[in-house]
């Protein structure tokens, strides 16, 4: 079975320019996650999708950050523009069913703004 | 703000002793405990997870789970240089919250 997809793996970008972020998760797994890893610390919840809905974006810095999953599959993170402390670790992870807690990571895309 | 905490070390512990992490989180909402285990530089794998109040056992690692006290920990046992890694606890109910993690490290 293969696991959950994501691209790029690194991204380095100027302050104020913006970046996309791709996510395939695991076949059949209807609920997918954005995270935040800053170094040092846990993942932070960005966003969370039931198949193309949005359940949880309590945490998603909505002025410049943006995600969508149009088609219940894959699922793209957007930032513009970004800032310094937007340097982190993106990581997807996707769970076969909302309040099925067993999340599966996918490898991350690690994000340097200069 | 609902937290989940960890000591963030390092935990060095010698090869083939027992390795105790411990996590203490504040809502009592939660429902499902994970712990995962983090290499420097790669994304979180799932290793265990715990519903129930008492001891789940899963090969060399043992989840144990106090609701009352609001304690979660995991056991190593005969750890191994591999198992040198940062382990994040996490608890939650609709979504997690994950702790800052505890850097073990298994010396020789």
């Known amino acids: 079975e293969a696991g959950v997809a994501q691209s790029p793996r690194y991204k380095i970008i100027e302050k104020r320019q913006s970046v996309a972020f791709w996510c395939n998760p695991i076949s059949g797994h209807a609920t997918l996650y954005w995270y935040q890893q800053i170094l040092g610390q846990g993942p932070k919840l960005l966003i969370q999708f039931q198949n193309n809905g949005v359940v949880d974006d309590s945490q998603l810095p909505k002025d410049r950050f943006s995600a969508e999953r149009l088609k219940g599959v894959d699922s793209t993170l957007k930032i513009q523009p970004a800032k310094l402390e937007d340097s982190a670790v993106y990581l997807c992870a996707s769970s076969l069913k909302a309040g099925y807690n067993e999340q599966f990571f996918g490898p991350g895309t690690r994000l340097t703004v200069l | 703000q609902k937290e989940v905490e960890q000591n963030s070390g390092p935990l060095s512990v010698p090869e083939g002793a027992i390795a105790s992490l411990n996590c203490t989180y504040s809502?009592?909402?939660?429902?499902?405990f994970f712990w995962y285990r983090q290499y420097s530089g790669k994304s979180p794998e799932l290793i265990m997870f715990i519903y129930s109040n008492g001891d789940k056992e899963d090969g060399r690692f043992t989840a144990q789970l106090n609701k009352a006290s609001q304690y979660v920990s995991l056991l190593i046992r005969d750890s191994q240089p591999s198992d040198s890694a940062t382990y994040l606890c996490a608890a939650g109910g609709n979504k997690l919250t994950f702790g800052t993690g505890t850097q073990l490290k298994v010396e020789l």
């Open positions: 809502d009592r909402g939660s429902q499902s």
